[in-house]
């Protein structure tokens, strides 16, 4: 008899092996080598890489890993495993569910090799990443059907799309948040995105006209911006404040993690920080929507050198809202939003009870 099964694979961007500079140089030079991180001739790419930029990011980088590096090792990866553990649990055997890093350990082509020496021939992909971007969604949807194609029985594949304004994602993200922001004493709620190079989100605009050529450019999606992440994030923010009741003038949207000197969507979260703090805001929150799990970008980035620069600009407290990481909101969120963009989850679990039912 087939193995009538389904797989599920979750994907997230990856990790470096542990803070040393020489497993942090391995990581980044994964990393940057990806053409839709680094969109540049392959000349160029490599010079910028190992001239500029691998000579030093790796102890810098290194040394910020080591802030957040915890007994289980690196927060992302451990948070992204117990995400995989509890959404297994509850899907039962009907569904293998697997971890795949596009970067580092453990890779998507371990990943799908495991479900494909399973006999699993439905696979379903859903890259983590709430916005898309082509640098993090487009890269591991293109690595995924890269592995997949070198296998020798290639899988059928769905893919779940970006879920910026799906209602269970923003539940789950204002279950999180509510306890935080609406504390009285809160004066302003930063909404943190990773960036993005500004030619990135320009070439997401099919029309060549809208992307970035107005103030309110971003305020509606529309046919011209539906792929843009900074819409998406607009979006995203926008959902997450209302729910949670937030007024329009306490609301900030930002966005951090910038690198080199082209220009990367604005504003910029360490500016706006510096800016509020020294005007006068004594109490803030942050949180980052981007990161379905806390990393270097939420733990070090936002609630360490973030939190330092709001007081050495005068604030008092600039509290972090700890990312979805493997809560039980998040695990009914991934389980939803993978039944209702695809087909075969939804069918694994009939199969499963139909199986039971015969025994």
């Known amino acids: ?35 839709r991180v680094l969109d540049m001739p392959a000349w160029k790419r490599r010079l910028v890489l190992e001239l500029l930029i691998l000579p030093r990011r790796p102890r810098q980088s290194g040394a910020a890993y080591a802030q957040i590096w915890t007994d289980r090792g690196s927060p992302l990866l451990f948070h992204s495993r117990d995400l995989t553990a509890k959404v297994q649990e509850r899907l039962g055997p009907g569904v293998k569910v697997v ?30 990443y ?26 059928a594949l769905q893919i779940v799309p970006p879920f910026y304004d799906h209602p269970e994602y923003i539940r789950s993200c204002a279950s999180i948040a509510r ?16 960036g993005l190079p500004e030619r990135h989100v320009q070439k997401s605009d099919r029309t060549g006209t809208h992307c970035l050529a107005s103030a309110s450019c971003c305020e509606t999606i529309v046919g011209a911006n539906r792929d843009c992440y900074r819409a998406q994030c607009y979006a995203t923010a926008g959902l997450l404040a209302d729910r949670l009741g937030i007024p329009q003038e306490k609301r900030i949207v930002c966005f951090q993690s910038r690198l080199g000197r082209d220009p990367w969507i604005q504003p910029y979260t360490d500016v ?20 379905v799990a806390d990393c270097l970008e939420t733990l070090e980035e936002l609630g360490i050198r973030a939190a330092e620069s709001w007081k050495a600009c005068g604030g008092e407290s600039l509290k972090l809202v700890p990312s979805l990481n493997s809560g039980d909101a998040w695990v009914d969120a991934v389980l939803a939003i993978a039944r209702e963009t695809t087909t075969w989850l939804g069918r694994a679990d009939q199969e499963v009870s139909a199986h039971a039912r015969s025994l």
């Open 99 to 128: 971890l795949g890093m596009r970067y580092g350990r453990p890779s998507i082509a371990s990943s799908l090799a495991e479900l494909h020496d399973a006999g699993i021939q439905r696979v379903v992909v859903f890259p983590l």
């Open 1 to 35: 008899m087939h193995d009538s099964r389904s797989g599920l694979l979750l994907i997230n961007v990856g990790t470096p092996e542990s803070p040393q500079p020489s497993d942090v140089r391995t990581y980044l030079r994964e990393f940057l080598s990806d053409p």
């Open 179 to 194: 306890p935080f922001v609406l504390s009285p004493d809160v004066e302003l709620v930063f909404f943190s995105f990773h």
């Open 272 to 291: 706006v920080v510096e800016e509020r703090a020294r005007r006068g805001c004594k109490r803030a929150v942050i949180l980052s929507p981007a990161f």
């Open 130 to 155: 709430p916005q898309y971007s082509s640098a993090a969604t487009g890269s591991s949807i293109e690595r995924v059907f890269e592995c997949a194609a070198g296998l020798w029985n290639v899988p």
